[in-house]
């Protein structure tokens, strides 16, 4: 969007350790299997509503954070100019059409992007198809991602 | 004996795993400043192999996406083998292991290619982009839903 950036980009941004990263995938792909969220049947019983697990999971987390996030807001101001400046897709009708095609794949394959990489980590064998399906429909996208959203 | 089967086989309730999810992207969010999205990162890495995209090259999600099956195995360490079994994914491919591998990754495809259309996934989208009142973010995860249902009473309610 703004090449005039790129160069402060690259310096403004401190490098997460790579320990953090770990830790913090860590962290949420054990929150995820507890919650069920790599559980195949799981996810297609919240599509089929015989099991409300995953709408509980998703409201009690988007709480959490939208709570956490005004609290430390009001006490630090850096933090919030911080969360401020993440970026926002607009509003976009194109982008409402990928969240169709997500959906019919999360209902296909019972995965999101998140859970595939923990199932690997639970033994499910079966989620590297779903993985290697994941990288690759990212990598078509972004070669015809120009054709699909606005500018 | 109870304590090690909550933390390393047993699964939570609704309340207690939205909690974790919750709270591990706000840390995420107050430690590194970032926003917490797993699609991003592949979407990133994918970048390498993909130079005319606007999208900048990073490898270093991978750390993050690294972490992920470290953190399923922990929570299933209590009785963790390896599995081809895939609950009922087995029944839709009427026992059939290639079809399977063909449905999975066609999920995982459209799953892929959605997510970056969209502009997020269920972390980046679901977690981080609602509770911030991101309005693209709250419609789109409307469409992960009603696409999954729809998909998913035509799978398993039609045939």
């Not at chain 1, 320990?19 to 599509?47: E, H, P, Q």
Request: charged residues 10%; aromatic residues 14%.
């Amino acid at each position: 969007m703004a090449p005039k950036k790129k160069t402060a980009k690259k310096t403004a941004a401190p490098q997460v350790p790579a320990w953090a990263l770990i830790l913090f995938g860590t962290l949420f792909g054990y929150f995820l299997s507890k919650s069920r969220a790599t559980d195949f049947d799981t996810v297609l019983n919240m599509f089929l509503f015989t099991d409300t697990q995953l709408y509980g999971v998703i409201a009690v987390a988007v709480i959490v954070i939208a709570l956490g996030l005004f609290i430390l807001g009001r006490k630090h101001k850096a933090f919030a100019a911080q969360v401020k400046g993440w970026d926002n897709p607009p509003l976009d009708r194109k982008r409402l059409i990928g969240s169709f095609v997500f959906g019919a794949g999360w209902a296909l394959a019972g995965i999101c992007p998140g859970a595939v990489f923990t199932q690997l980590g639970e033994g499910k064998l079966s989620a590297l198809f779903a993985l290697a399906g994941l990288f690759v429909g990212v990598l078509v996208f972004l070669r015809v991602a120009p054709k699909l959203l606005k500018k | 004996m109870h304590l090690y089967a909550l933390l390393f086989s047993q699964t939570w309730a609704w309340w207690a795993g939205g909690l974790g999810l919750g709270l591990t992207a706000l840390a995420f969010a107050w430690f590194t400043g970032q926003k917490l999205g797993v699609s991003g990162n592949v979407e990133a890495v994918c970048a390498y192999a993909a130079p005319k995209t606007k999208v900048a090259p990073s490898w270093r999600g991978l750390w993050f996406l690294l972490g992920l099956p470290l953190g399923g195995f922990l929570a299933n360490l209590g009785h963790w083998n390896w599995t081809w079994l895939y609950g009922r994914m087995d029944g839709l491919s009427l026992g059939s292991f290639v079809l399977k591998a063909v449905l999975l990754f066609i999920g995982g495809l459209l799953v892929g290619f959605g997510a970056r259309w969209a502009g997020g996934c269920t972390s980046g989208f679901s977690l981080m982009g609602i509770s911030r009142g991101n309005w693209m973010a709250l419609l789109a995860t409307l469409g992960f839903l009603v696409s999954g249902v729809i998909t998913a009473q035509i799978l398993y309610k039609v045939f």
